[in-house]
């Protein structure tokens, strides 16, 4: 017998680095389901902007690097709405940093955001999720990087590679505990049309351009959070464990 999809209007969702791209996408269309929604990020005019949108959200500015501000964050998610029942870990960056003479500040910050910080997320939202009942659900956002190693992108592959291994040992470790209502699910998406680019490539206008000639249909943000709706809405039953998202014309 088919279950049926737990209806998340009401609940509350967190939603990390939304302030633009993907997480922007996903957090106002959590707000469209009906979800009550925080939002974080360190720039706090664009959450505020967000935040004035149609929907219930809470704009909570946080710096994701500092563990203390990680859980006076959730201390004020849990004083506004008692708990966090969807918590989507997008907040992360990439650089094109190689092992041969990369600038290990580079790879120090994609380590902290891209996964320290989602564990220190992770862990503060199951404190409230493990001792109940209520369904819950988490997201990491991975990246296709973390299935394979593109050019001089071993650092952030490796940082992305590590956010599978966190959502196969989550996964795990859920089940041991019987902890049925709650699922995982690591979304690997491929090229996305945000700012990410820029950022990777340090701003060299000529790179971005040559990959936007070469998959000149990318992924947008609104895929993402398609995606994320997909998944909420599939029973209690069902785990949906490694989604892996490409354009169709991107090649790897």
């Not at 709405?81 to 990439?94: I, K, R, S, T």
């Not at 590590?162 to 090229?191: C, K, Q, Y």
């Amino acid at each position: 017998m088919t279950q049926e999809a737990i209806n998340w209007r009401g609940r509350v969702a967190l939603v990390t680095g939304a302030s633009s791209g993907i997480g922007r996408a996903v957090a106002k269309r959590l707000a469209g389901l009906g979800m009550k929604v925080a939002i974080c990020g360190r720039r706090m005019d664009r959450l505020e902007e967000i935040a004035q949108s149609d929907g219930y959200f809470l704009p909570i500015q946080t710096d994701l690097r500092d563990a203390d501000q990680i859980r006076s964050m959730f201390s004020t998610i849990n004083a506004h709405w008692g708990g966090v029942q969807v918590l989507v870990n997008n907040a992360g960056c990439g650089f094109r940093a190689p092992l041969v003479d990369g600038d290990p500040e580079k790879w120090r910050l994609m380590f902290e955001l891209n996964v320290l910080a989602l564990s220190i997320c992770t862990k503060e939202a199951l404190a409230t999720l493990l001792p109940g009942d209520d369904p819950g659900y988490i997201f990491h956002i991975g990246s296709m990087s973390g299935h394979r190693v593109p050019p001089n992108g071993g650092f952030y592959s490796a940082s992305k590679f590590a956010v599978r291994a966190l959502t196969e040992g989550l996964r795990t470790e859920l089940r041991a505990a019987s902890a049925d209502h709650i699922r995982i699910t690591n979304i690997s998406p491929g090229f996305v049309d945000t700012e990410f680019f820029d950022r990777y490539h340090d701003g060299d206008s000529a790179k971005v351009a040559e990959i936007r000639t070469r998959v000149p249909e990318m992924l947008n943000p609104e895929d993402i959070a398609d995606t994320i709706e997909f998944a909420l809405g599939r029973p209690a039953h069902m785990q949906l464990h490694d989604l892996l998202i490409r354009p169709t014309r991107q090649i790897n």
